[in-house]
DNA sequence: GTCTTGGTTTAGACTTATTCTAAATGCAGA
DNA sequence: TCTGCATTTAGAATAAGTCTAAACCAAGAC
């Protein structure tokens, strides 16, 4: 994606198009990998001809998610992970690596608790997020 | 549940059931919220006649959670949560107010992304740990 | 072209959850 | 009773994330 798709699309979801947000926005979307702020910061801070504070990632990134361009992913207890991918899809973390891949929707009727095809699932949880509508 | 019960579950995990150990497994096992290590602290701390450290709690925590007694629930990125319902079950996080209920697994059918019957669902989202068997 | 205004970025201080450390404690077995 | 080892403790250390106040900068007003 261009350095002017990425302008667009920022305006498009209404968020002003500094260079700092241009160019951790490229990345975010550049990459399948689920980087924490931290991954953003190290990856980022060299494209920029400026020095880029660890606060303007916390803002950009949590901009973005305001925005609806990319979405949180809860998986450990003490580092929120970011994702571009909006697509309807869940996520698989490999125990051993802390790698994380994506699950599309449609495959998970494929991965059973027990054996899939690829995955060897050893748990998983759901987590709804919403409002009680009738308290018992 | 007596505290005969619990030093009994506790040895049939295999952990000694110290005075620490009993009151805030008592605690886990008889509260359906869903308490974070400083709720636990809280809650427990005058149950001791002597002093209860903060390191205690989060060692008898990580302690129960891998003897298999309790689990960690992810839902927010800042902090731990645990849950002594062991049983296969899901969660459903009220976003207004943070209260964080359990879904049973065979409940989970009726809950469509639209509308269940008792819960308005913003977004849900499926986390798998597990290995990857076969990597493309 | 300059001035003003409001949003953005910055460095560093701060907060908060969790872990680490080293000393004190206390049970279990010899 | 003594000894050893796991447990507990208080407080220091770590690390993610937020806050703050000052500097910066782009866009519109004049």
Redesign the pocket.
């Known amino acids: 994606m261009t350095t002017e798709n990425i302008e667009e699309l920022l305006l498009r979801h209404g968020v002003?198009p500094?260079?700092?947000?241009v160019v951790i926005c490229e990345y975010m979307i550049g990459t399948k990998s689920h980087p924490?702020?931290?991954d953003v910061l190290q990856a980022v801070a060299r494209k920029?001809p400026?020095?880029?504070?660890?606060?303007?990632v916390?803002?950009?990134l949590?901009c973005l998610v305001n925005a609806g361009i990319i979405r949180e992913v809860v998986t450990e207890?003490?580092?929120?992970r970011y994702d571009a991918n909006m697509s309807d899809h869940h996520h698989f973390v490999d125990v051993k690596t802390g790698k994380i891949l994506d699950i599309p929707a449609e495959e998970i009727a494929r991965l059973h608790p027990t054996i899939g095809d690829n995955y060897k699932v050893h748990s998983y949880q759901i987590t709804f997020f919403g409002e009680i509508v009738k308290n018992k």
């Open positions: 002003k500094t260079a700092q947000r924490t702020a931290d920029l400026v020095a880029l504070s660890r606060a303007t916390y803002n950009t949590n207890p003490d580092r929120t």
